[in-house]
């Protein structure tokens, strides 16, 4: 799910890198009412910002306060769609991100609640709460390539998810392939 030109904007942000913020994002997945599984991701507000109107995880950056990764994914998850950290078990980190419009390194964790959550979204942040179906998510013909405006107001042809009528692209695409393929490994 890497646009073709990630790795040359990468080469030509080394030293940008080397001072990059840090955030932190859960990957949540619960069971609906029906007992199916669930992933929530949410639609950001419009702001004057490289990541407005975007879809991502629920999270933000790492606060002085916060103990870890990922107790900052959890309070933001808390804080974006209020569910609780005491109800999430967090099963495992996945592979950090740079994200080159903002310089942040993104740290994802993979999370779960045994029990459908009731979710409150945090209006100044999140436009709308999304969820997701498993088999949605996994769904072969909902990988999809788009032209979207980055963030350099440059028109890019990339690989993207296609969930529940949004088009998933960039940093938060990468991070739901690389969970889709360790749900490949465990099924």
């Given at each position: 799910m890497s646009p073709p030109f990630r790795e040359a904007l990468q080469a030509q942000q080394k030293e940008e890198m080397k001072t990059a913020r840090k955030a932190a994002v859960m990957a949540l997945f619960y069971p609906d009412e029906n007992k199916h599984t669930k992933l929530v991701?949410?639609?950001?507000?419009?702001?004057?910002?490289?990541?407005?109107?975007?879809?991502?995880?629920?999270?933000?950056?790492?606060?002085?306060?916060?103990?870890s990764m990922a107790?900052?994914?959890l309070r933001e998850t808390e804080e974006e769609v209020g569910v609780s950290k005491k109800y999430v078990e967090v099963l495992r980190a996945l592979t950090k991100v740079y994200i080159p419009p903002s310089n942040f390194f993104v740290h994802p964790f993979i999370g779960v609640t045994k029990k459908t959550p009731v979710f409150m979204k945090?209006?100044?942040?999140?436009?709308?709460?999304?969820?997701?179906s498993l088999y949605d998510f996994l769904n072969p013909d909902n990988?999809?390539?788009?032209?979207?405006?980055?963030?350099?107001?440059?028109?890019?042809?990339?690989?993207?998810f296609?969930?529940?009528?949004?088009?998933?692209?960039?940093?938060?695409?990468?991070?739901?392939?690389?969970?889709?393929?360790?749900l490949k490994q465990a099924l």
């Open positions: 991701l949410i639609l950001r507000k419009t702001y004057r910002g490289v990541h407005s109107a975007q879809i991502g995880f629920p999270g933000g950056k790492l606060e002085m306060f916060d103990d107790s900052a994914a945090q209006d100044d942040e999140v436009e709308e709460i999304i969820h997701v990988v999809v390539n788009k032209k979207v405006t980055t963030s350099y107001k440059k028109d890019v042809v990339v690989p993207a296609s969930l529940n009528g949004h088009i998933v692209w960039g940093a938060t695409a990468m991070m739901l392939s690389e969970i889709k393929d360790l």
